[in-house]
């Protein structure tokens, strides 16, 4: 073989092999997260990514933006569904307001603590909430803690429904929330989460709601000293992709996508239950005032309007809240 020919076979070798490398190497991916550094779902986030990258051989990989760098999470979830963005953890809060069916989980009280919702996501309700999310254009992976929602404010502690009467309570963008507030006489404030922290501390805002761990992380409880154990809503979050990628996968990547997030969330779900714990004394020894709420039933039977609307506005999605109710 001339001297010539040589070169030109080695060049057309090297140019199939770094072709196919390209065409097999798929474009990284962008996630979405709102929280910060440390926070549960963030350390679970980037262990997807890892999980991923490592058991795709590197045919799938995500980088992950924290602390909402991003953009709002109601404009995540829309750049999820058009494909601008391609993972999101999002809490099914914001999702409800598109998906109604997903919008179930933030009826107040549905749920009866943690495991029962983690009973329902598993069963056949769960099937329908991730079927409502695939007609929008995301596919759920996995489901992550959140914990349960309870008051704080900066003004006293609430142990029955009239203490909201005449507050100013921040509430995340989902009319339930809205109507729930309302529901206690009190005036509802629909915000993105980044600017609640200032809207607390310049009185904007009487109070605002949510777990220990947020409550802490964010540092609400520096402004707002009250923490008052209502538990009104156990809101699950999701690990979730755009669905055209999705559907555009082998279905043995499929697989890989969710194992990878499977065990992430298993990972978030152990660190969230230390979170809690590790939240709830950050908060106390930092000042703030918890208290119990024991008897919550004046608070559940002001839920009935929120009910009501749920109801006369989805009256196919029934049988799903009965479904819930009615799971043990
Ligand atoms: C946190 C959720 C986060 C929400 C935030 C909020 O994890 O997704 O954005 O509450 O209240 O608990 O906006």
Not at 265 to 284: D, G, H, N
């Amino acid at each position: 073989m001339s001297y010539l020919k040589k070169i030109t076979l080695a060049i057309t070798a090297a140019a199939i092999v770094v072709g196919f490398s390209l065409s097999a190497q798929a474009k990284e991916w962008r996630g979405w997260n709102i929280h910060v550094e440390g926070y549960p779902n963030t350390i679970a986030m980037d262990k997807f990514a890892e999980l991923l990258k490592e058991k795709s051989g590197g045919k799938m990989s995500v980088k992950m933006y924290h602390a909402g760098t991003l953009g709002s999470q109601p404009d995540a979830i829309e750049q999820v569904r058009a494909g601008a963005l391609e993972i999101g953890n999002f809490n099914l809060g914001p999702l409800g307001p598109i998906v109604p069916e997903a919008n179930v989980v933030s009826l107040p009280f549905i749920f009866k603590d943690t495991e029962h919702m983690w009973r329902v996501l598993d069963g056949e309700a769960g099937e329908i909430i991730n079927k409502g999310m695939a007609k929008f254009g995301i596919v759920p992976l996995a489901w992550y803690d959140a914990g349960a929602r309870s008051f704080y404010n900066s003004i006293k502690p609430i142990t029955k429904p009239e203490d909201v009467t005449g507050m100013k309570v921040r509430v995340m963008n989902n009319d339930l929330y809205s109507g729930m507030i309302a529901a206690l006489g009190g005036n509802p404030s629909p915000m993105a989460f980044a600017e609640v922290y200032q809207s607390l501390k310049t009185n904007v805002v009487d109070g605002a709601e949510n777990n220990y761990p947020s409550y802490e992380s964010t540092g609400h409880f520096e402004v707002a000293k009250y923490y008052s154990n209502s538990q009104h809503l156990i809101i699950p979050e999701t690990l979730c992709i755009n669905a055209d990628v999705y559907n555009a996968l082998s279905a043995e990547d499929q697989k890989i996508l969710k194992e990878a997030a499977q065990e992430s969330a298993m990972l978030q779900r152990k660190l969230w239950k230390e979170r809690e714990i590790a939240s709830k004394k950050k908060v106390e020894a930092g000042g703030s005032t918890v208290n119990e709420i024991a008897d919550k039933s004046g608070f559940q039977a002001a839920m009935k309007p929120v009910y009501d609307k749920y109801l006369a506005d989805n009256p196919n999605l029934k049988s799903l809240v009965e479904m819930i109710q009615n799971t043990p």
